[in-house]
């Protein structure tokens, strides 16, 4: 909040404190989308894949999503094979920096 504050982006920056799922899931009823999107799932491939595929559904055309824990323990069990499977499915790229990935949407 800090860093919104000093940036001055109060007013474009919706910050929500409650699980990812639960507010992915209202902020699409509600017909909220947004531009930049950060899933902070949990490490295992089936909360990671899940929350990555909500975030989707409510990204503007050519926003962005991105989240950390890339490289775990967990590898292939974990984030990285849910990012990994949802950009091969959607036909996108990844780019990633130390523990963080990128996904650019490509529509």
């Keep these: 909040m800090q ?4 940036a001055n982006a109060t007013e474009s920056v919706l910050p ?3 699980s990812t799922g639960s507010v992915l899931d209202k902020l699409c009823e509600w017909g ?3 531009d930049l999107i950060e899933v902070d799932a949990g490490y295992d491939f089936n ?3 899940s929350d990555i595929n909500r975030a989707y559904r409510i990204l503007k055309p050519g ?7 890339y490289f775990t323990a967990a590898d ?3 984030v990285r094979r ?3 499977l949802f950009a091969r499915v959607y036909g ?3 780019k990633l920096e130390r523990q963080h990935w990128v996904i650019h949407s490509g529509y």
């Design 3 to 6: 860093n919104i504050v000093s």
């Design 16 to 18: 929500v404190p409650f």
């Design 32 to 34: 909220i989308f947004g």
């Design 47 to 49: 909360s990671a894949w």
């Design 63 to 69: 926003g962005v999503l991105f989240g950390h824990n």
């Design 76 to 78: 292939d069990r974990g």
């Design 82 to 84: 849910a990012v990994t």
């Design 92 to 94: 996108l790229k990844i």
